[in-house]
Structure formats: structure tokens, C-alpha cells
């Protein structure tokens, strides 16, 4: 460590005044003391504090509709209930009982006669997977005429053709059993592409609605309020750590080069727990997202960059343990006086060190006593690290499970009964058994995140009264001025935030018009022969 710096001077002895009181610490009076608004300016601090403070909020909500979704009873009490359900941010498709005129997407399986009589054509169920006989594959399909409102520089309209009459036993596999309800979103795997001829007095009021599977081919499946909603949420978790884990392996990587030849230990501290920070964003995104693996490239991107703030951190405990003793993490406010004014180098380097545990209990009284590192789980932040740490490693273990067993479709969506004595004991255990660990994820992040927010704020409010601080034409306090561009640059930054919410909110459905169209005059006549 200490050869690494061996171009650089520091300064790292005591010096009291007559009366007892600190005089200068190194080279430094009081007033002299030079500030790092890029590491402990108020833009940086609150460009990861606030957004985390969010993304906590957010994860709240997503991981409570991660719950609720699994609980029959919530299921049951929002699937009858249409307006509460399009509140509620939702990873699954609720089908909702709707009356029975709502049509095409919900209907009953058991009521095609009333559909029938209400439209004036005959019902074709919407599928998963349909099924093609071969007399299907060479027919000609019944006449349609359809364009979308966003494609309306289409002018094409589909010939005429004599239509094949299908039947309905062909749209479904198995029974359908009396009274379920059937939600499909419009999606190119189950829209069928056939209808059957509808009645003359039917075509003159209204044209059978005809979907095309190449139209349909630039829509997503999620086509619900409530599931736009919870998509501009995960949109919003991934956005917000992956901003924060850039700057925090930012700032690893200047420690680890030169910075931490000349860093004062309060500035050096203060990088530690802005890095925390950064981590609990990631580890709530990472345990809380449901397809992380949407794209794997991001997805592995993601994962070695925060391995890699993961390693500076280590790397930051061995420096500052190496000797046996660390400074002060949380001065007095009634001192004015601390180690921490000290370069970080000065309790890394055994001849330095020398320099503080000479002085007596007077002097210590005035500067802060040494922390020893014999117990080092005792001190706070090592310990949040540790709980970092291993919250990643089971986390990982689930999501590389999950993408060899689900590849890039993430898990599949939960499937629910209408059942009315099915409960929560009805609930597997391995269910039970992830929703205890979104819950004790989410409670050591935020735990993690009001304690490194307050020795922040404590570090920076306890410099700023110690007059220590050199000032400028500007502010006594230049980390405390926003108006500089390296302050600004991380608050504006936080704007894409809102971008990646605002990606998502492009409504997901189709929506078709229906066109009046008159009954073809040659496909009369061959009907009346």
C-alpha cells in the first residue's frame, strides 16, 4: 500500500496550541481544509440519497403486489371489482366480471347464444394455442374490413371472399367448464384469424372485426391499466440502480488508482456510505424485478458492475484495517476536533500511525481515541456490507435458477382459482418462502439506507460547523453549493428516471374500428342461388 504512494507527500502529524486546543492536523489549519464537492457535494449526496429514498417506495409497492397477487382472497376481492383493480399495480392479467355485452376479450364460456344475438355474428373464442385442421389451412376467410389507429396510412382492404363457416369445437381444446370466465389478451400467439360468415342484416349495420397476426406482431400481451402500471414500476427499479451503481464504480475506480493517496478520511467515509446506498438500490431491483433476464447482456452488465463496487468496498475495509485501528465513524457534535480531518493514508501505513497512539488522554480528549478493529463486524458499516453480500449471493443462486429453468421469459404468472374455500393455506411453501425474503430484503435495504443517510448528512452538517472547511467566493462551504456543473450534472441526470417511466406508458392494447360496409352484390346473388 504504501509503496503505491510513494510520489506523494503526507503530512500526517499532531499539532495542539498553547491552551490545549488542535492547531492543525498535517498541513492543514482551520479554514484550510479542502473540500471534494464531486464526492460529498450536495448534488452527488442527493443524487443517490433521493432516488433511493424512491426506488424503497417503489419496491414497496411492487413487492406488496407480488404478495397480494399470490393471496386467493385479494385475487378474488379484485377480480369483481374493475375500477379498485385498474388502482392496484398488478404483475398478472385479472380477468374482471364484466356484463355480458363487454365483448370481444371477456366473455362467458357459456353465453355464445346471447353474444350470438348481440353482435349478429357467431362467437369465435380467443386461444393459447389454436388448432388448424387441415380443411381450415386452404379456405377463404369471411369478409372483414379493419385498420388500426396507429397505421392509418394502410389503404389496402382485403378482397371479398366467400366465407367458411367454422365451428366453434374447433377453437378449443378440452371442456370448458360451465360458468368460467375466459380473458385472452390480443397477442400474436392466440388470435384466431378466421370468423364465420356473419348475416346480411348483420353486415349492413356493422363489418366483422378481422385482426391480422402481422399487425399485431409490434404489440405487447399486457394489455391492462393495472399490469402498464406495475411495468412502468420495474421500468423505474431498473432505471434508478443502475445510474447509482455507474457512479458508485466511478468513484471506486478513482480510490483505487490515486485518490486514496491524498483523501481525507471524512471524504473516504463518506464514499463508503454513498456506496451502501447504491447497493441497496441495486439489491432491491435484483430480488424484486420479476424478468430480470429480459435482456441478458443488461442483465450480466448489471451483475459484474455491482461485483465490482462490491470489490472496491472490500478493498476499502482491508486499507482501513490493515493496521489494527480506524478513526471515529460518528464525531460529537460538541467537538470540533477529529481524526477524520487526517489523509486515509495515515492509518494505513504503520510508521504514520505512530503519530496517534502516542498522545495522551487530554490529547484524545480533544482529537477523538482510535477504534480498534479487532471485532470488525462491531463497526456499522462493515456489517451492512456483510448483510449486502449475502443477500446478493441467495438472490443470485434464485435468478441464475431461474434462467436456466426459464430462460429469458422470466417466471411464468401465477394461475389462480375461483375456488371460495381455497386460502392462504392453500398457499405451497416455497411460496411462503419467497415472499419472507422480498419482505427481509426489503427491510435490511431500508435499514441500510436510513443509517447511511444519517452518518451522510451527520459527516457533512459536523464538517460544515467545524470551521475547518476552506471557503470560497461563493459559499463558506463549497460542497454545500449546487451551482457548480459537477453538482448539477447528478441531479439533472436523475431525469431518466422519468424517461424510463414514460417508455412504458404507451397503451399496450389494440384498438380496431369498425367499418360500414355493405354485403358484396356477387356474394348475394351466389347466396340466394
Known sequence: MGHRCAGYYVNCTLQFGQDG?????????????????????????????????????????????????????????LRRRPVLRNLVPSPNQIPVELPADSQPLIHHANSSTTLASNTGYEQVPLQDNPEHSPEHSHTERGSAATYYDDHPERPE??????????SSHNHWRGSRPKGAIYYRPITQRNVEQAVAKPSVSATKKRSTIMISLSQLQDFSDRNTLSETRYDMLEAI???????????????GLSFASRSKCTTSQYHMNVVVWLSLI??????????????????KPAGIIRICCFTGVLIFLMFVFIWQRRTGWTTESWPPDERKDSLILFNAICFMQEHSLRNFTSLSDNQYSKI???????????????????????????????????????????????????????????LPA????????????????????????????????????????????????????????????????????????????????????????????????????
Open 237 to 251: 427499479m431498473l432505471c434508478i440502480p443502475d445510474s447509482q451503481i455507474l457512479i458508485a464504480l466511478a468513484l
Open 278 to 295: 447504491a447497493c441497496t438500490n441495486f439489491l432491491l431491483a435484483f430480488t424484486l424485478v420479476r424478468n430480470f433476464w429480459r435482456s
Open 157 to 166: 382492404r382485403r378482397a371479398q371472399r366467400p366465407a367458411h363457416a367454422r
Open 368 to 426: 477523538g481515541k482510535l477504534v480498534s478493529t479487532s471485532q470488525p463486524f462491531s463497526e456499522l458499516d462493515l456489517l451492512f456490507y456483510l448483510f449486502i453480500c449475502i443477500i446478493f449471493v441467495i438472490t443470485l443462486i434464485i435468478r441464475v435458477y431461474q434462467f436456466f429453468k426459464f430462460r429469458t421469459n422470466g417466471p411464468p404468472r401465477g394461475s389462480h382459482t375461483d375456488d371460495e374455500t381455497k386460502g392462504l393455506r392453500s
Open 430 to 529: 416455497k411460496t411462503w418462502l419467497i415472499m419472507a425474503w422480498w419482505l427481509v430484503s426489503w427491510l435490511c435495504c431500508g435499514i441500510i439506507y436510513i443509517v447511511a443517510t444519517r452518518r451522510i448528512f451527520h459527516l457533512r452538517s459536523w464538517i460544515a460547523d467545524s470551521n475547518w472547511m476552506e471557503s470560497d467566493e461563493f459559499s463558506s462551504n463549497p460542497e454545500n453549493d449546487v451551482r457548480g456543473f459537477g453538482q448539477v450534472t447528478p441531479l439533472v441526470a436523475t431525469g431518466a428516471i422519468i424517461l424510463a417511466a414514460m417508455d412504458t406508458m404507451k397503451p399496450r392494447y389494440v384498438t380496431c374500428k369498425i367499418v360500414e360496409e355493405e354485403p358484396a352484390q356477387d356474394n348475394h346473388d351466389n347466396g340466394e342461388a
Open 21 to 77: 486546543s488542535v492547531s492543525s492536523v498535517g498541513n492543514v489549519t482551520r479554514g484550510e481544509f479542502k473540500p471534494n464537492a464531486d464526492v460529498a457535494g450536495i448534488g452527488t449526496v442527493l443524487a443517490l440519497v433521493i432516488p433511493t429514498g424512491f426506488g424503497l417506495f417503489v419496491s414497496l409497492i411492487i413487492g406488496m403486489a407480488l404478495i397480494l397477487d399470490r393471496v386467493p382472497g385479494v385475487y378474488r376481492f
